[in-house]
């Protein structure tokens, strides 16, 4: 039964006082089965869901662990990008201007990825600054603005979409084919959650 707990439960089970409660027990096992998964404020969160119900409590402690994985990548791929003078705003920028093929005016840019005008020339200022975009009057309407991607920007992009691609297939590698598949399949039917659909406004 010791070995099914793990070391450090076993341990615990072993030294810890007489008048441990199984409320106390679960808390202490949840953290010490996600200490390094999830952040502090969802071992708060759990400590006090201790008197819910089982099934209530793992599927917020479910909940939290996805997040958790999805924090990670995030800070991780922030991080990476940055030493390239990117963010992922940045980077959609110049991998939206590649797929058109090389051009593109801002309004275009705005609607191809969903984001308001203000933030496209945002990201176009920080990219124009580093040298990876240029701004240009457009051909046929001097009144308009084209955005072309230069030479540096066009290299820039080669070498962190092989960097990218390599470091997502590294976060991958664990699973093999079958549990490939099933993630994919719980994630579709997370996604598909009526939960997920926005509350209807008040009044």
């Excluded at 090389?102 to 609607?111: K, Y």
């Excluded at 001097?142 to 540096?152: D, E, F, H, N, Q």
Aim: aromatic share 2%.
């Amino acid at each position: 039964m010791h070995d099914l707990m793990g070391p450090a439960l076993t341990r615990m089970l072993l030294y810890s006082p007489c008048n441990i409660d199984a409320v106390d027990l679960l808390r202490r096992q949840d953290k010490l089965c996600l200490m390094n998964i999830l952040e502090n404020k969802h071992h708060i969160m759990l400590d006090a869901l201790a008197d819910a119900p089982v099934e209530a409590r793992q599927s917020v402690r479910l909940c939290f662990e996805l997040l958790s994985a999805a924090a990670a990548i995030n800070r991780v791929c922030a991080v990476r990008l940055a030493r390239h003078n990117l963010s992922e705003g940045r980077f959609a920028i110049l991998l939206t201007l590649q797929a058109a093929g090389g051009r593109l005016a801002p309004l275009e840019l705005a609607t191809r990825l969903a984001i308001t005008s203000g933030t496209v020339t945002g990201l176009l200022d920080g990219l124009e600054g580093d040298g990876f975009v240029k701004r240009r009057k457009d051909a046929h309407d001097r009144r308009k603005l084209s955005i072309g991607l230069t030479p540096a920007g066009i290299a820039v992009l080669d070498a962190v979409f092989a960097e990218h691609t390599d470091w997502i297939g590294a976060i991958m590698q664990a699973l093999d084919n079958t549990q490939r598949d099933a993630l994919s399949a719980t994630l579709q039917a997370l996604s598909a959650s009526p939960a997920l659909a926005l509350p209807p406004d008040k009044g």
